[in-house]
């Protein structure tokens, strides 16, 4: 079974940005195949009469592109609206302590309705991180692509035994639930919170079960002083939240890169690594996640994107969860980010936004998505864009007057959302 689409404008999210004007795509759209494929992209009207028996749907005033990925994720926390404080990490983090039992309550409605937000905002693949596995029975019945990351955390060395064999329940179960839309993946959630023992365990089972593993990773300032000179907020945090006398850190942040050098990981921030830091992760084939508007709240700042460009590494962009966001909707995200990065050049930056959630992504995540080109999945993604068929700023246009809500979208080649007015 094979279907055409074409759009006034059709963005490849290739290396070089190639854009297709009146463009179609040819797709494999069978409901029982698992690995639907783009067979052709080409100019819409050559492709409608090459395959006249074809069903064929043209989108005028509309860009055509690869469906996004939201790399990182926690579907958990899609019960918080003002709960939680921001303005700076420390109030932050004591705030979700503080609000923990409350923001769980009722969660599956909350969760439920963040999965129809991705679907609804032309997203077809997410990073979820998961903490305690409220999320994995939802996730793994929607329509979306999923890579499930169990999330280790704890440094208390009396409970280390059992919070792995927690982690190993609900990896387990996610084994069980593995299909080619959803993939078991682990997290450990920081070198801060993560002792050591657990951290190492963790980064051993990604090895062998040959599985993605990411991590929050220098996000605050309290955390880098933590990691480098073992003392400030975070040795009052353990006192006062956990009762530990003079706690210190069981592992320096360069230590924390060694456990990991073998897995590709995904670092989640890293708004406060220096040059060596990304460097290191360079070396070890690893990604890094920005998710600005959770940036802002919880530590007033972006990452330098010339910093990540210095050492090759392509920017990701993603929404994090609604613990530190007021809205999980990728454009809206990188809408606000093209504002926050008002030094950089206005023409490239559209670009690498909408590559940072297409493209960089999907390579980060290990899918055969994110960029329109043949043997790719099918998933697809189309977007009412007004005024795109003359505009001489096509992805800068986009960034700015594309429409939140998508049109259309497919995962796998099947239709899994319509915008209905
Ligand atoms: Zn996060």
């Known amino acids: 079974m094979l279907k055409i689409i074409g759009a006034s404008c059709v963005f490849k999210c290739d290396q070089d940005f190639s854009i297709l004007q009146d463009g179609g795509v040819l797709f494999e759209c069978d409901p029982h195949s698992s690995s639907n494929q783009i067979l052709k992209i080409q100019d819409f009207a050559t492709l409608t009469q090459e395959y006249p028996h074809l069903q064929a749907t043209f989108y005028s005033d509309c860009v055509l592109l690869p469906a996004f990925s939201n790399a990182h994720i926690h579907f958990e926390f899609s019960n918080n609206q003002s709960h939680l404080l921001y303005g700076d990490f420390p109030t932050w983090l004591s705030s979700v302590i503080a609000h923990r039992e409350e923001l769980f309550e009722n969660l599956t409605q909350g969760i439920q309705r963040e999965i129809n937000l991705q679907l609804a905002s032309g997203i077809s693949s997410v990073g979820a991180i998961s903490s305690y596995g409220y999320d994995i029975d939802p996730l793994a019945q929607s329509p979306l692509r999923v890579t499930l990351f169990n999330e280790a955390i704890g440094s208390n060395p009396q409970a280390l035994d059992f919070l792995y064999q927690n982690l190993l329940e609900r990896f387990e179960k996610c084994k069980i639930l593995k299909n080619h839309k959803f993939s078991p993946a682990l997290a450990i959630h920081s070198p801060y919170s993560t002792h050591y023992v657990l951290s190492k365990k963790v980064a051993l089972l990604a090895q062998s ?17 933590w990691l480098y000179e073992k003392n400030g907020w975070f040795q009052e945090f353990f006192s006062h939240f956990f009762k530990v006398a003079n706690a210190k850190p069981t592992m320096n942040a360069h230590e924390f890169l060694d456990l990991l050098s073998n897995l590709s990981p995904l670092f989640v921030h890293c708004l406060f690594a220096d ?17 600005p ?8 700042c972006y990452l330098d994107l010339d910093r990540l460009t210095h050492v090759k590494l392509a ?46 992504p999907a390579i980060a995540l290990g899918n055969n998505n994110g960029e329109l080109k ?23 246009h986009f960034v700015l007057y594309a429409q939140t809500q998508v049109k259309d979208l497919y995962i796998n080649g099947i239709g899994e959302y319509t915008w209905k007015q």
Not at 212 to 225: A, G, M, N
Not at 275 to 290: E, L, R
Not at 293 to 300: A, D, E, M, T
């Open 209 to 225: 079960e040959s599985v993605k593993l990411s991590c929050h990773f220098l996000e605050s300032k309290e955390e880098k002083q």
């Open 374 to 396: 043949e043997g790719k999945d099918a998933d697809l993604a189309i977007f009412p864009c007004c005024g795109i068929q003359t505009s001489q700023q096509k992805p800068l």
């Open 293 to 300: 508007r959770s940036n802002r709240l919880l530590n007033g």
């Open 275 to 291: 040059d060596a830091i990304f460097d290191k992760i360079s070396q070890i084939n690893g990604s890094v996640i920005c998710a």
């Open 315 to 360: 920017p990701i962009f993603s929404t994090d969860g609604l613990s530190s966001n007021y809205s999980l909707n990728l454009i809206e995200e990188i809408r606000s980010a093209f504002f926050g990065y008002a030094h950089l050049d206005a023409e490239k930056l559209a670009k690498n936004l909408l590559l940072g959630i297409t493209r960089f």
